[in-house]
């Protein structure tokens, strides 16, 4: 099989260039310090931002997959390879015990990845990242994939989480960190006290939530975006964000960008790169 190429139009001029390796070339993992650890997102999203649509019979929300695609996939793959922490939280846990989502905590387990394991170990990185579960509610199942992968896990909560689930959580011997003063994890809180442990880099894999508060909090390092060309309309959707107005917390300016002519379906897709502006 061809290797796929893809053309980077930014930084100009623009160049044919091999997809594989193109994130890795960011250096996303030396970025960061346990002073200032690097945190980084990334999302799918259709022309018109949709990342999720609602099912009004179930209320359940599903991933469009004619979204994504290999290429795209790879690209995640990378941006993974390159974290010793993963941020994620209770709801994907909850999808991915009832069949919803599929697996994605672990390094170099399917074929489209199998060579970012060895690159994390020429990498000076551990085999697996770490693990962060976000929740309010502590209601959530571990999936078996992180013990028999050897991860640490914590978890992170607000301080009006139940404490008799703190506690439990506890007395099984994990880490629960106190990120928020109500129910919710605040951004700023959560990267401070995962600096203080030692992490560097920092990979959200958590939505629009986490997404909001590392960007009013001004924690957020950098956004991957690869965008669909398709419109999805509908009633029921998911964004990127939502809540109270971003202002000047949600300005970005983009640092590269990737053309990706053929996938998915013919229609093609951008690959994005941006960084918040900080400062008013």
Same mark, same amino acid.
Request: hydrophobic share 40%.
């Given at each position: ?24 070339? &960011?250096? /996303? &993992?030396?970025?960061? =310090?346990? %002073? ?9 999203? =259709?022309?018109?931002?949709?990342? %999720? ?28 390879? *390159? ?22 905590? *672990? ?77 919710? /994890?605040?951004?700023?809180?959560? /990267? ?28 957020? =390092? ?6 669909? &060309? ?38 093609? *897709?951008?690959?994005? *790169? ?7």
């Amino acid at each position: 099989m061809m290797a796929a190429r893809i053309i980077r139009f930014h930084p100009g001029p623009p160049e044919d260039v091999a997809l594989e390796g193109t994130y890795l070339a &960011h250096k /996303v &993992h030396a970025l960061g =310090s346990a %002073a200032y650890p690097f945190v980084y997102g990334s999302f799918v999203s =259709s022309l018109d931002g949709r990342i %999720a649509l609602r099912d009004p019979r179930t209320g359940t929300s599903h991933f469009p997959l004619d979204l994504t695609s290999e290429n795209d996939f790879r690209l995640f793959l990378e941006l993974q390879a *390159q974290a010793d922490c993963l941020i994620t939280h209770g709801g994907y846990l909850r999808d991915l015990a009832a069949g919803r989502l599929d697996d994605v905590l *672990q390094i170099g387990t399917r074929d489209a990845g199998r060579d970012l394991a060895r690159w994390r170990a020429e990498n000076g990185l551990p085999a697996q990242p770490a693990v962060v579960i976000a929740s309010a509610s502590l209601d959530f199942p571990f999936p078996e994939s992180l013990a028999r992968s050897g991860q640490r896990v914590l978890i992170a909560t607000g301080r009006e989480a139940p404490p008799e689930k703190v506690a439990a959580l506890r007395a099984r011997g994990l880490t629960v960190i106190v990120a928020g003063q109500g129910a919710w /994890v605040e951004g700023g809180v959560l /990267v401070r006290e995962l600096g203080a442990l030692g992490f560097r880099s920092l990979y959200l894999l958590a939505g629009p939530r986490m997404l909001e508060t590392m960007l009013r909090d001004g924690v957020l =390092s950098r956004l991957y975006m690869t965008i669909t &060309h398709r419109l999805y309309g509908g009633e029921d959707i998911h964004t990127m964000v939502s809540g109270p107005e971003l202002k000047g917390a949600g300005r970005l300016r983009m640092r590269s960008l990737y053309y990706d002519a053929g996938e998915p379906d013919g229609t093609g *897709q951008w690959f994005a *790169q941006f960084e918040p502006l900080r400062g008013a």
